[in-house]
């Protein structure tokens, strides 16, 4: 029995012999064909050719050639062919000068063409409400009618008071809407009510004195889609009047000495 038993114990031990035989041979087997394949490898990349070298760069060449070139929006093409034309002159401004804005843009374009260049195109175009246009074309025509009167304006009234008060000159982009409605507000009022009580916007505007908000925005869009006609001068006006406003208005004069 004793005998039997170690031949079993024997015969397992050379069975776990011969295995890891087994695998010890068939690793040195797939690392000596891992070393022959790198080997190979190596000795098909040194026997490149400088031919094949120039061919392989003429072919990355060629496909960096055949992409396609990057394709401008119309903005950005309009913004070239301006730069490039009219805008060229603002590339390089003079120092101390702001050759790059307008003074009259907005007046020029509406006596050149009313009714291609309303007051609406203009708001939209320059970012500002209608009442801002409406204001400088009035205050533009005022301007045109004191020169031709002989009045001394004073242009650098905004530059000296801001001097004077210390404000930040620094550009600020100005985006408003076309159209500002302001209620009339007042107090707060208080009205008490029923849980099931029906209360419309009307009853609020009666009970508040006012004007219902959808008929006062209504009211507003029709006055500001009306006509807008540029102030005709006076005829009483004479030119003693003109000269007595003027010796008036002279009173305080800011005169830039700077230049």
Not at 43 to 50: A, H, L, S, Y
Not at 188 to 197: G, I, V, Y
Not at 210 to 231: G, M, N, Y
Request: overall charge positive.
């Amino acid at each position: 029995m004793q005998s039997t038993r170690l031949f079993a114990q024997a015969t397992g031990l050379f069975r776990g012999l011969a295995r890891n035989h087994t695998q010890t041979s068939a690793i040195s087997i797939s690392g000596q064909r891992y070393f022959s394949n790198t080997f190979h490898a190596r000795n098909e990349d040194t026997t490149k050719t400088p031919e094949a070298v120039e061919a392989a760069g003429e072919e990355s060449v060629q496909e960096e050639e055949e992409v396609e070139p990057v394709k401008l929006s119309r903005r950005r093409r309009r913004f070239h062919e301006w730069a490039n034309g009219n805008g060229s002159k603002y590339s390089r401004p003079a120092k101390g000068t702001t050759n790059y804005l307008g003074t009259s843009n907005i007046y020029d374009a509406f006596i050149a063409d009313p009714e291609q260049w309303s007051v609406r195109k203009l708001a939209t175009q320059f970012g500002i409400s209608l009442k801002r246009v409406e204001a400088i074309l009035t205050l533009k025509a005022e301007e045109k009618v004191m020169e031709m009167n002989g009045v001394a304006l004073q242009k650098k009234f905004n530059k000296g008071m801001e001097q004077l008060m210390g404000v930040d000159q620094a550009l600020d982009t100005l985006k408003e809407p076309l159209i500002d409605i302001f209620p009339a507000v007042g107090k707060p009022k208080f009205k008490t009510l029923k849980e099931d009580a029906s209360f419309t916007p009307k009853d609020a505007a009666d009970v508040l004195g006012r004007i219902p908000f959808k008929d006062l925005e209504r009211r507003v869009i029709a006055s500001e889609q009306a006509e807008f006609t540029l102030p005709t001068p006076s005829a009483s006006l004479d030119s003693s009047a003109v000269n007595n406003k003027a010796t008036k208005r002279s009173k305080f004069v800011i005169v830039d000495t700077s230049s």
